[in-house]
């Protein structure tokens, strides 16, 4: 019984070890993949953007989308602005995401006007914003890094992985650089995977 308690505890040992080893290696490439993101140069960000905006639109999966479920990129992200603008204008219904404590939820928006600063200031839908409540939404997804097969390194928060094992059902569409492709992420058991990732350069489906 001796024996078996004390390799039980040296497995826990490993295991928390292989875990913070994880997580050191998360950080590394958020760290890395930050900075890249911030010295784009602001024109080749506007050349990458439209590439991505042209590739999103020509989706089959988006044309056939009633809902799609996006967020407001921050400055240095691949930009979804003039995405939202374009869905809005062909008569999609677009939620964006607000923050609520540990989760996260929907919104429908019409216009930009609705939007305030939110958590991690990014802009969010305003409290007169009805709650969205299509379980097969295209989401959009943000990221920091990913892989051509799907695994998706985010900022940290967790809200998009807790938000897709409460509602599994979404065809994710991850939006991303080029340089943000990686051959392999480091990932832990609650991480999520996208089903696509669009970058300037090409889509990478997972299914």
């Given at each position: ?165 409460r509602e599994p059902n979404h065809m994710t569409v991850a939006l991303a650089y080029d340089f943000q ?27």
């Open positions: 019984m001796w024996g078996i308690q004390k390799a039980e505890r040296k497995e826990g040992r490993m295991e928390e070890s292989r875990i913070q080893e994880t997580r050191m290696e998360k950080a590394e490439i958020r760290k890395n993949l930050k900075k890249q993101l911030k010295a784009v140069p602001e024109e080749k960000r506007k050349e990458w953007d439209r590439m991505l905006l042209r590739r999103v639109l020509s989706l089959p999966q988006m044309e056939h989308a009633a809902w799609v479920y996006g967020y407001m990129a921050l400055p240095w992200e691949a930009g979804t602005r003039e995405l939202l603008l374009a869905l809005l204008e062909r008569g999609k219904r677009v939620a964006l995401p607000r923050v609520l404590g540990e989760e996260m939820d929907f919104f429908e928006i019409h216009s930009f006007s609705e939007l305030s600063e939110g958590a991690w200031h990014i802009l969010e839908p305003g409290m007169e914003c009805p709650r969205a409540s299509s379980a097969d939404a295209l989401l959009l997804v943000p990221g920091l890094a990913f892989t051509p097969g799907g695994d998706r390194l985010g900022k940290g928060g967790g809200y998009y992985d807790r938000f897709l094992t492709l990686m051959e392999r992420l480091p990932s832990e058991i609650h991480d999520k995977t996208v089903d696509m990732v669009v970058t300037p350069g090409g889509s990478y489906s997972r299914k």
